[in-house]
């Protein structure tokens, strides 16, 4: 699809997912190819083949929409369930990361099986695999059923399990990086709580996405801090975004408290922890945890996991967003309340009541922006089930924002 667009100022080129696109102040726009002719102070785009289809909205676009849970065909209204009886995903589903390349929605998750093999620390094996899906609502399982990034071999970073994927695709190469469990425990390295895992942040790379390789020999691109650091156990949960100088992350750290950190990196492989190793600050609530991250080229907006007390006495992870110029120092956004109501309705997947489950709206994927909706997936628990954790997707409509660039 071609495009003739008249712009005034444009300024700068960003990548989102490998694909360059112009900014001006707001919004965005994806091209593959471009040529730029200006003719009486006007600028002419032509030519000009969009790479999704899609405009991309501003910050502020986002902060003047409201997010809502949309119905999926699964179970209590999400849109992945767990897998049948005996399957690697039998237990539980989450952690989504998704990619659009404006035919084909990807998700990657993580699948829960419970074991007995005392080596694994929550008695649960987790794996990656892959579901494809041409709507973001109705999925199925790719590679035959099978994890499409399975445990590694005996004595690697990732032999007990891998979870927290984050997928982003770089020119024609998907980039995972994920947290890796090879069993040991906080308790293992003198720290507390002492049944905790350790996990480590690990790559891999694949060109379809299905089929792929470890890098930097299986050892960890991103490894946990010493003791008293604020990620002396875990570093995970991570949301990477691309720009020209280099890659940037939000992730998820823990030392016996959860908190946030923030990295960079020039290659994606060798990472340097930001604002001297501490959690980014302003950020709301005692607690919080599984970042994502969306950049306009201006300012960055981090939805994220905060932990919150409940009116019968318990505790609740919701999703909250905030904002920020240089991802150290944050604003929350939405007034400081909850993208999704609390809680969700009784017959909803996400209706986890704080006593009855406590993962309400966490561990959100990065924003996918198509037909004016902006939209994000995300996992939690039902107080039906509260053992079980599905796969859930909500959705912002962007008022008076075009859907698609205008044809000619």
Known sequence: MECLVFWLFVSGAAYEDGHAYLRKNSPHMNFRTLTVILILGIAFTMNATLADE?????VSNLLNAQWKRVKGPASGGSVLDVGPAGSWYESYVGMPTVNFDG????????????????????????????????DGLNWQVANGGQPVLDLGPAGSYDNKGLSHPFVLRVGETFMMWYAAIDGTTAGSLGLSPTH?????????????????????GGNPVMDIGPPGSIDSIQTDGMAIVQSEEN?????????????????????GINWTKSNGGQS???LSGSQQL??????DGTTHFMPYGRLLPTNNGGSLWATYAATSQNMTSWTPAYNDTSLLSLPGPESNFDSCDGI??????????????????????????????????R???????????????PSH
Request: charged residues 15%; positive net charge.
């Open 54 to 58: 899609s405009i991309l909205p501003s």
């Open 280 to 282: 980014v600050t302003g």
């Open 391 to 405: 796969i859930g997707l909500m959705e912002a409509h962007i008022k008076g924002f075009p859907s698609k660039c």
């Open 290 to 295: 599984g970042p994502a991250l969306y950049f």
């Open 247 to 267: 890659f940037k992350m939000v992730y998820g750290a823990y030392n016996g408290k959860h908190s946030i950190g923030a990295a960079t990196s020039p290659d």
């Open 103 to 134: 035919k084909t929605y990807r998700m990657w998750f993580v699948g829960g099986q419970e074991t007995n093999d005392p080596g694994v620390p929550y008695g649960a094996y987790e794996r990656i695999g892959l579901a494809t899906s041409s």
């Open 356 to 389: 009855r489950g406590n993962n309400h709206s966490v561990h959100p994927t990065k924003i996918i922006y198509q037909d004016g909706r902006a939209q994000m997936w995300y996992m939690a628990q039902s107080s039906v089930d509260p053992t079980v954790q």
């Open 196 to 216: 905790v895992r350790v996990e480590r942040v690990c790559l891999a790379t694949s060109t379809d996405g299905i089929q792929w390789t470890r890098t930097n």
